[in-house]
Nanobody, 117 residues
Framework: QVQLVESGGGLVQAGGSLRLSCAAS????????MGWYRQPPGKQRELVAA???????NYADSVKGRFTISRDNVKNTVYLQMNSLKPEDTAVYYC???????????WGKGTLVTVSS
């Protein structure tokens, strides 16, 4: 089992910045993928940014150049630095971890980000 705890969401004005954190604990293995998804109101969950099992990064086109994903392997924590926020970035942001070996997905409870215009 892997536990994921997100923090850092909140209310921010358009153009502002927020930093999300996701602390992972439990039975973590070397081969995993980890990152951030979001679910805007009334819409489906979508990828925001993630590390692949090979260590590369993927970003949604809508956040490229504004968001940066990073990780601290010692702390088992993944961060999402969000700059130049837009009202359309408003969503619940979820941390995601995938155990590649057994093909199991884990999700955090989510943290709400609200961007006012």
């Amino acid at each position: 089992q892997v536990q994921l705890v997100e923090s850092g969401g909140g209310l921010v004005q358009a153009g502002g910045s927020l930093r999300l954190s996701c602390a992972a604990s439990g039975s973590m293995f070397k081969f995993n993928a980890m990152g951030w998804y979001r679910q805007p109101p009334g819409k489906q969950r979508e990828l925001v940014a993630a590390f692949t099992s090979g260590g590369t990064t993927n970003y949604a086109d809508s956040v490229k150049g504004r968001f940066t994903i990073s990780r601290d392997n010692v702390k088992n924590t993944v961060y999402l630095q969000m700059n130049s926020l837009k009202p359309e970035d408003t969503a619940v942001y979820y941390c995601h971890y995938k155990d590649i070996v057994v093909n199991v997905d884990y999700w955090g409870k989510g943290t709400l980000v609200t961007v006012s215009s």
